[in-house]
């Protein structure tokens, strides 16, 4: 069958669509870049939270309305959390495939093909893979990757499913994520981010405590002009010896993901977490001690039971003096099978909403000011595509994650792909402007 992926979510999910395209191509299937030309789109949908679960769901709906000949596979998390009532209750979806195990995608094309409709869902395995699978194509720009090096979650936040989703904590072997890393090199990809649910925790299931430090070292040897960023770290499991590696290596960047959620303790602990506003900000204080020139990204959830005026504020002021450079905010989803799914004192969506565009307003002008430190400095992007019909193409430096963060707009037109020196020359709102670089660092004109 021809067939295309339709992603929703996150990184993490892409690099399953990525497995998800070679399994399917090495079994005879086709590729095609859009759904028009399909025999089967997979929607690779999202379980995380309801706004991503409404998201999957009216993508599929949309597919079978706009094209009803077309043949429907429902993937991804959403499928593999609940596959029972996808079947019974969406009847667009011509099919079911949950992630556990990904080798069954050409089973459930092939069912397709002979207009079966089914459910291919196994329970997640207790052992990760021993090794990768190589991903044949990769949905991200040109030059750009992502290297899951985990999967599944050991931290049981209380409003979080992904352990309901992806299981216990399951992490690569050194060996198997170097060869993978060595193989996109060797593809010609400049720039990698390691991604997992908590890249602090990885090793612990086997080890018993983290091995981050120790992969990083080894990562670090590989031939290759790369860069590594290192994505998504719980501010509770930060590893020690993680900052000296970063300021010995020019291949590690000092870029550091740290999803804090919250800032009142009460919220915490109510969110199984364990650290404190005081805490995160010696955290923070000592990161930019150790590395001037890191960039600090991280998730606030607002709107948890039990959120009060009070900790709202308690938010509010560690933000503040956090000063982060990246910032998203998540209003809370009642997730059913979650811990916080049963607690009292629910906050009203109006009032969860509120919030989140409280903090966001209140972020702009942060990020503004913590990007204006680079004006004037010279450094090389990774562009992600020309804007057309201009002379201006947008990119991304190394303090600039794929998605999440801002961009900056290159006064030249240049290849998708390409990398380039630029000398920044403003920032506006959360994005940078830049002037291309030749060569030699001088101006171009």
Known sequence: ???????????????????????????????????????????????????????????????????????????????????????????????????????????????????????????????????????????DYPGSAHLKITEGCDNHCSYCAIPLIRGRLRSRSIEDVTAELETLVARGIFEINLIGQDLGAYGRDSSGESDLVRLLERLERVQGDFRLRVLYIHPDHFPEGLLEIMASSRKILPYFDLPFQHASEKILRAMNRHGSSQVYLKLIERIRKTLPESMIRSTFLVGFPGESDEDFSALKQFQQEAALDWLGVFSYSREEGTPAYSMKGRVSKKLAELRKTTVEAAQEPITTERLQRFVGSKFEVLTEEAVDGSAL????????????????????????????????????GVDFEADLLADDGTETL
């Open 393 to 428: 193409s947008f990119a991304r430096g190394w303090m600039q994650a794929p998605d999440v963060d801002g961009l900056t707009l290159v006064k030249a037109n240049l290849t998708t792909g390409a990398r380039a020196m630029v000398r920044i020359s403003a920032v506006n």
């Open 1 to 139: 069958m021809k067939f295309f992926i339709d992603h929703h979510g996150c990184a993490k999910n892409q690099v399953d669509g990525e497995e998800l395209a070679a399994r399917l191509e090495a079994a005879g299937h086709q590729y095609v870049p859009s759904g028009e030309n399909a025999d089967c789109i997979i929607i690779n949908t999202c379980g995380f939270i309801e706004s991503a679960k409404r998201e999957s769901i009216d993508a599929a709906l949309a597919v079978k309305r706009f094209w009803p000949d077309k043949k429907v596979l429902l993937a991804g998390c959403l499928a593999q959390r609940y596959p029972e009532a996808l079947m019974a209750e969406m009847t667009e979806a011509d099919g079911v495939l949950g992630n556990a195990d990904l080798s069954l995608a050409p089973q459930a094309l092939d069912n397709l093909a002979r207009n079966l409709r089914t459910s291919i869902v196994v329970e997640q395995p207790r052992n990760i893979a021993a090794h990768f699978y190589p991903r044949r194509r990769l949905f």
